[in-house]
């Protein structure tokens, strides 16, 4: 019930971006989370975004979490990266796939 709260939560934030798909993982996903984890999520976007698009978006949606009190880890990724970064060991996104929980 919390990841589907969550989940429209962060949809209803995205509205008027570009995103294609929101998917929580590490420690909350996996189910070995204690009451002070965070929140990680991958944010991925339809369409490649600059440096600075990326921060600009994430502030804002960690402010809008942090209001709400969730404590969150933000990765925000286009559909391309997601690809170029997939199967290298060790990258974020490889495990966010792998361990991940669509929202």
């Given at each position: ?47 490649n975004l600059i440096t600075r698009e ?13 209001k709400k009190g969730i404590d969150a ?31």
């Amino acid at each position: 019930m919390v990841k589907r709260n969550l989940g429209i939560l962060l949809k209803g934030m995205l509205q008027g971006h570009n995103y294609e798909e929101i998917i929580l993982f590490g420690s909350r996903a996996r189910g070995d989370s204690s009451e002070k984890s965070d929140y990680d999520f991958m944010i991925v976007m339809k369409n490649n975004l600059i440096t600075r698009e990326k921060i600009k978006l994430s502030s804002l949606l960690r402010k809008k979490l942090a209001k709400k009190g969730i404590d969150a880890d933000l990765v925000i990724k286009s559909k391309d990266e997601l690809n170029d970064y997939k199967t290298k060991i060790g990258s974020v996104v490889r495990e966010a796939l792998k361990e991940g929980i669509p929202l």
